[in-house]
């Protein structure tokens, strides 16, 4: 039995460069990853099945095609491998939410494969299979603080932060990436800054806080009480939203703030963390 954990990913700073003529956006962001985030399980089997547990099951329910199963299919046909697998996500992370979880979610399922069928986790074929699932799965797959670039695939690791307290605040909507992308306003502001991450991510910015916000107001309502928290470092959303996250000065000042959201908002889904 192979457990991997897929680490939830964080945008420091999200800068939208421009359109391309694929279809996506020209990128240039700051990923940090912290400790937590949803479980996998995978263990050889006599037939393959999939089957997803925990507190954020629900909306997958029903759900007929599916990263992991995507990730595993892939998997099999770039590596020639065979061998049927029963894997359960356990899905503790909101779907939506602009910190990765589809994508983490698969790169967990690589990463797991990978050591299952003992290949190297550094075979270029890894990062292929991620680059095909998605733009934030070779990120995911790596899970360190990197600069990326293009669609984020582009990545030079940088020194991160490990172990700075984080708390990650969810309202409960999710956000359609397409449709946050869909209103950019199309305007360049510029590069990410050169030097210590924490000066970069404050100089920086995301550049989809706007279009988030216009589609789901409630979004500057997290933003704001985490702003209101004691001792923070960086108050920023995460990708297109609506997952919103504070880093902070020291663990007891994140766990204050924990629980001062959960009194204020006690609908809200929160986790408390710490960067990798």
């Known amino acids: 039995m192979i457990e991997e954990t897929a680490w939830a ?30 479980r996998l399980t995978l263990a050889p089997a006599e037939a393959d099945s999939f089957a997803i547990t925990g507190p954020c099951a629900a909306a997958l329910a029903g759900e007929g095609d599916n990263l992991v199963t ?12 065979n061998g049927a697998v029963a894997i359960t996500l356990d899905k503790r992370v909101p779907v939506a939410s602009g910190i990765g979880g ?67 605040v969810n309202p409960g909507v999710g956000v359609s990436t397409a449709s946050v992308f869909a209103r950019w306003d199309g305007v360049d502001r510029g590069a990410i800054g050169e030097g210590d991450l924490l000066d970069c991510a404050r100089a920086g910015r995301n550049d989809l ?14 933003l704001t009480l985490l702003e209101e928290q004691a001792d923070t470092l960086l108050v920023r959303m995460s990708g297109s939203g609506a997952t919103c996250f504070a880093m902070f000065a020291s663990v007891d000042a994140r766990d204050a703030a924990a629980r001062g959201v959960a009194e204020a908002r006690p609908d809200w889904w929160r986790m408390a963390s710490e960067l990798l």
């Not at 995507?70 to 491998?81: K, N, Q, S, T």
């Not at 994508?103 to 690589?110: E, M």
């Not at 550094?122 to 360190?144: M, T, Y």
């Not at 806080?209 to 997290?222: C, F, H, K």
């Open 9 to 38: 990913k964080l945008n420091l700073a999200l800068h939208v460069r421009g359109r391309r003529g694929d279809g996506y956006h020209e990128l240039e962001t700051l990923f940090a990853f912290v400790a937590d985030g949803d």
């Open 70 to 81: 995507r990730a595993r299919d892939l998997f099999r046909e770039r590596f020639a491998v």
């Open 102 to 168: 589809g994508s983490a979610d698969a790169a967990a399922t690589l990463r797991a494969l990978a050591a299952m069928h003992m290949i190297d986790g550094g075979d270029p074929r890894l990062i292929q299979c991620a680059e095909a699932l998605g733009s934030d799965v070779p990120a995911c797959v790596r899970s360190v603080i990197a600069l990326g670039r293009g669609r984020g695939e582009a990545l030079t690791p940088i020194a991160g932060m490990a172990g700075t307290p984080v708390l990650l």
């Open 209 to 222: 806080e706007v279009p988030a916000r216009a589609l789901q107001p409630v979004i500057g309502e997290v």
